[in-house]
Every structure is written in structure tokens, then in C-alpha cells.
């Protein structure tokens, strides 16, 4: 666990995406065993979007409320779709977490993750960890290796930790019906 306001500032090590106004840090591996050790005070926190949550699956106890959700919009220049925020992330993060709780925040590698405990500690939640190598962990970076460019060097799943493709009605993100008219005008159904 790496805690930067035990170790005198920012962690430099910590690329600066995933670094948060709390300085609390962890890794899946440390994440599980916490949840593991007081599962009613420690929430993990899934802010990936549903597409990500249900199809690359999750950690059995995560609750998923999205930071942003993806527009089906393709950018040539960056390759890959343009994102948009969830208006009500806070409001639902309030709904469904104490500002008592342990929340340990994952997205796929760190960075939304990191996002979502800034908007966390701005409201006042003063315990919010970033899962730093998160579901699917951080890419390797060897030509020589044949997962060069892959996420496989950490993370929950390369970790060997439990996860699921299995939808909990209380831990799945519900979308509003006007969410639902977006993703209906989005896939022009």
C-alpha cells in the first residue's frame, strides 16, 4: 500500500495520471485483502463504463457506477471513440457510498480511477484509494516479450484474483431512461 502522505509528498514512481489529491494508492492485490480483511466498511468501486464492466467482467464485489460513458463517436486522430462524463456520477456515488466507507476506485489501469477519488475527495470522502494497476493492469514494455503493448504486467485478472461476467442487480450500474434515448439514438435503434 502506498500511502504519499507517509512518504513526504507525491509517490514519483506513480505516473501522474493515476496520482490523486489524497495520495492513497494501492494495488488490486492489496485491494482484495483489504476488502477481504472488513468487506462492510471497504467498498470497491468499479467507475469503468457497463460495456467494459459486463464484457472484460469484474471483480465479484464491485459495485459499478461509471465515470464516463463512451459516445460510439470515432476519433482517427487519437483511434479510438471520444467519451463523454456521467453527469451523476456524484449523485449516485453518494447515494450508494458512506462517506464513512473504505472506497478502493478501479477503472482499467488507473487513470479514470484516479479521476473519479479526485471528485470523490472533493465531495468530502476522505478514505478513497485508486486501484493503480486496476482490472486489466499496465501494458508491457518489451519488444522482445510477445505481450509487448498488452495489458499484462498487473492488475486484478493477471493478478489471478476473483472476477465474473455475472451481473448483481444491487452492484450493476442502472441506467435513467433518459440515458437509455442516448444509447437508443447512439446505436440508431
Same mark, same amino acid.
Given at each position: ?16 495520471? &493515476? ?13 482484495? @485483502?483489504? $476488502?477481504? %480483511? ?7 468501486? !468499479?467507475?469503468?463504463?457497463? +460495456? *467494459? ?17 463512451? &459516445?460510439?463517436? /470515432?476519433?482517427? @486522430? ?5 467519451? *463523454? #462524463? ?12 458512506? #462517506?464513512? %466507507? ?14 473519479a477519488a479526485n471528485q470523490l475527495a ?15 493492469? !499496465?501494458?508491457?514494455? @518489451? =519488444? *522482445? ?10 492488475? $486484478?485478472?493477471?493478478?489471478?484474483? #476473483? /472476477?465474473?461476467? %455475472?451481473?448483481? =442487480?444491487?452492484?450493476? /450500474?442502472? #441506467?435513467? &431512461? +433518459? !440515458?437509455? *434515448?442516448?444509447? &437508443?439514438?447512439?446505436? %440508431?435503434?
Amino acid at each position: 500500500m502506498q500511502d504519499s502522505k507517509n512518504t513526504g509528498g507525491s509517490t514519483p514512481e506513480l505516473h501522474k495520471m &493515476k496520482q490523486t489529491s489524497l495520495g492513497l494508492y494501492v494495488t488490486a492485490k492489496e485491494a482484495y @485483502d483489504m $476488502w477481504k %480483511d472488513n468487506p462492510e466498511k471497504v467498498k470497491i468501486l !468499479d467507475v469503468r463504463c457497463p +460495456e *467494459e464492466y459486463v464484457l472484460i467482467g469484474h471483480p465479484d464485489m464491485a459495485l459499478n457506477i461509471p465515470l464516463f460513458f463512451p &459516445k460510439y463517436e /470515432w476519433h482517427e @486522430d487519437k483511434r479510438r471513440y471520444s467519451a *463523454e #462524463p456521467n453527469k451523476d456520477f456524484m449523485a449516485d456515488a453518494q447515494n450508494l457510498l458512506s #462517506p464513512d %466507507d473504505t472506497i478502493l476506485a478501479m477503472c482499467r489501469s488507473g487513470g479514470r480511477s484516479a479521476m473519479a477519488a479526485n471528485q470523490l475527495a472533493q465531495a468530502g470522502y476522505k478514505n478513497v484509494y485508486n486501484i493503480i494497476d486496476g482490472m486489466e493492469g !499496465d501494458t508491457v514494455n @518489451d =519488444p *522482445e516479450n510477445v505481450y509487448h503493448g498488452k495489458r499484462m504486467k498487473n492488475g $486484478w485478472k493477471n493478478t489471478g484474483l #476473483p /472476477w465474473t461476467h %455475472d451481473l448483481d =442487480p444491487d452492484l450493476v /450500474w442502472h #441506467p435513467r &431512461k +433518459e !440515458d437509455m *434515448e442516448k444509447v &437508443k439514438i447512439a446505436l %440508431d435503434l
